[in-house]
C-alpha cells in the first residue's frame, strides 16, 4: 500500500495549492454575498486543465484518473467548495457522459466549451415530485422524425441559471419505467425554455433554479446513448460524483480544523491559550481522527474505480459519511471562535451553509444507506 503522491500529483496539488490562496479564498465570501456565478474562476479553472480531467486526451481532457481528480478536488474545496462542486462534480459528471455517450455533433457543440470553461453546464434529474425517487419523474420525450420534443419540469438544479446547457433526463417510455428515461442534451437558449431561481441558504453562487420545458425541440443527435440508458447512465455516474463531493466537504472540515486550530493557540481566556483546554483541543481532535478516517475511506473508494473494482457501497458510504461529520466539525469549530464564529467576519458560518447541501444533494443519507443495504445484505432483502 502506498499513501505517497506521486511526482504528477505533487505537481498538480502545488498548483492548486496556489491558485487558492491567490484567487479563491480571498472572493469566497463576495461571490456568498453577490449570489453571482464567478465565470471568471470557471475560465480560469478550464484554463489550468480543471474542467473534464477524466476526459481522455484525445477529446481535449487530462486522462486523469479518479484518485488525481479526487485530491483536485480536495485542495480547491478548502478554498471555495462551491467551485469545486461547479467542475468536479457538475464539470466531471457532464464531461463524463458527453465523452462516453455523445455523437460527435453534441461532443462537438458542447465537450470542448465546457472543458476550457467557456461554457457552463448543469445536471437535469431531479423533479419536484421525484427526487429521491428519481425513476418517478413526468418529464417526457417524444421523437418527431429527427427530433425529440421535450416538455416537464426539472427542479433544484446546481447552476440551471447560469448554464448553457443541461443534460435533461425524460421519459421515452413511460410504461418502462427507469427503462423508459433517456438522456439528452438541452441547450438552455431554446425556445421553450423558461427558468426560475431558489433562495437557497448555501451554494448561493450556483444558482440553482427549476426549469420548465414547454416543447422544447431537440435534433436526434443530442440523444446521448440509446433510448432507455439514461438512468442506467446517470446512476453510473454516483458512485464517482458521491465520492468527490465527500472529499470537497473534507477539504472543507480540513481547511476549518486547520484555522481553528490556529486560532485556538493565539486566543487567550484566563490568561492562557484556549488550546490548553481540554474542552477545546479534545473536540478537535475527535474531528481531526474522524475526517482522515472518512478522507482515507474516500480515497480508497477512488483507488477501487481506478482498478476497474466495485466500490458502490463505499461511495455511497463516503457520501453519508463525509458531508455530516464535516458538518459537525466546522459546527463545533464555529463555536470555538465564539462570537467571532458567528458573524461574517469569519469563512465558518458561510462554510456551514454551503457543505450542509451536500448532505442533500446527489442523494441524502437515507439513500446512501439504502444503497450500502442492498449491497451488503441482497437486494432480496430491500423492503420495495
Ligand atoms: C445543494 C443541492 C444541489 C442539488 N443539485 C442538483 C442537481 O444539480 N441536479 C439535480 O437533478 N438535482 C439536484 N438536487 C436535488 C437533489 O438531488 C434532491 O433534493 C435529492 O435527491 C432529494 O430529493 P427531494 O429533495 O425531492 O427530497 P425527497 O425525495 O422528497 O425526500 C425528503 C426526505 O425523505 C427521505 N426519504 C425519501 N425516500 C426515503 C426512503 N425510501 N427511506 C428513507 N428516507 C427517505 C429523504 O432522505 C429526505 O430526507 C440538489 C439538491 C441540493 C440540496
Redesign the pocket.
Known amino acids: 500500500m502506498d499513501f505517497s503522491l506521486n511526482e504528477e500529483q505533487t505537481v498538480m496539488v502545488k498548483m492548486i495549492r496556489d491558485f487558492v490562496k491567490k484567487e479563491l479564498q480571498s472572493t469566497y465570501a463576495h461571490w456568498d454575498r453577490t449570489d453571482d456565478f464567478p465565470v471568471e474562476h470557471w475560465r480560469k479553472m478550464g484554463n489550468l486543465g480543471l474542467i473534464g480531467m477524466n476526459v481522455a486526451s484525445e477529446e481535449g481532457g487530462q486522462g486523469t484518473d479518479s484518485v488525481t481528480t479526487g485530491l483536485a478536488a480536495e485542495e480547491i474545496a478548502k478554498g471555495d467548495s462551491n467551485m469545486a462542486i461547479a467542475s468536479f462534480v457538475?464539470g466531471e459528471l457532464i464531461t463524463g457522459i458527453i465523452e462516453k455517450y455523445g455523437s460527435g455533433q453534441a461532443k462537438k457543440d458542447w465537450l470542448g466549451p465546457i472543458i476550457a470553461g467557456k461554457k457552463v453546464p448543469?445536471?437535469?434529474?431531479?423533479e419536484p415530485h421525484a427526487?429521491?425517487?428519481?425513476s418517478a419523474m413526468h418529464s417526457r420525450a417524444i421523437r418527431k422524425g429527427d427530433r425529440y420534443i421535450l416538455s416537464g419540469e426539472?427542479s433544484?438544479?446546481?447552476l440551471m441559471m447560469s448554464s448553457d446547457m443541461g443534460i435533461v433526463f425524460a421519459k421515452t417510455n413511460p410504461e418502462a419505467g427507469a427503462r423508459g428515461i433517456s438522456a439528452f442534451v438541452v441547450p438552455t437558449d431554446l425556445p421553450g425554455i423558461t427558468r426560475q431561481s431558489y433562495e437557497?441558504i448555501g451554494?448561493k453562487c450556483l444558482k440553482?433554479g427549476s426549469m420548465f420545458m414547454d416543447e422544447v425541440e431537440v435534433p436526434d443527435e443530442y440523444l446521448l446513448g440509446k433510448e432507455g440508458e439514461g438512468f442506467k447512465i446517470v446512476m453510473r455516474g454516483f458512485d464517482f460524483s458521491r465520492v468527490i463531493l465527500a472529499l470537497i466537504c473534507i477539504g472543507a472540515a480540513e481547511i476549518t480544523l486547520e484555522e481553528t486550530i490556529k486560532y485556538t493557540k493565539e486566543r487567550h481566556a484566563f490568561n492562557m491559550p484556549l488550546a490548553k483546554f481540554e474542552g477545546v483541543s479534545f473536540p478537535i481532535a475527535e474531528h481531526c481522527s474522524i475526517i482522515e478516517a472518512v478522507r482515507c475511506l474516500c480515497y480508497r473508494s477512488l483507488w477501487l474505480r481506478d482498478q476497474g473494482l466495485p466500490h458502490t457501497a463505499e461511495a455511497a458510504m463516503c457520501k453519508w459519511m463525509a458531508p455530516r461529520y464535516a458538518v459537525n466539525a466546522i459546527r463545533d469549530c464555529l463555536l470555538l471562535h465564539g462570537h467571532y464564529g458567528y458573524t461574517q467576519e469569519f469563512p465558518i458560518e458561510q462554510r456551514l451553509r454551503d457543505i450542509m447541501?451536500?448532505e442533500?444533494?446527489?442523494?441524502?443519507?437515507?439513500?446512501s444507506k439504502?444503497v450500502i443495504t442492498r449491497e451488503i445484505f441482497g437486494r432480496e432483502f430491500l423492503p420495495y
Open positions: 457538475v448543469a445536471l437535469c434529474v431531479t427526487g429521491t425517487d428519481a426539472k433544484g438544479i446546481t437557497d451554494g440553482r447541501g451536500i442533500i444533494a446527489d442523494g441524502t443519507a437515507q439513500v439504502i
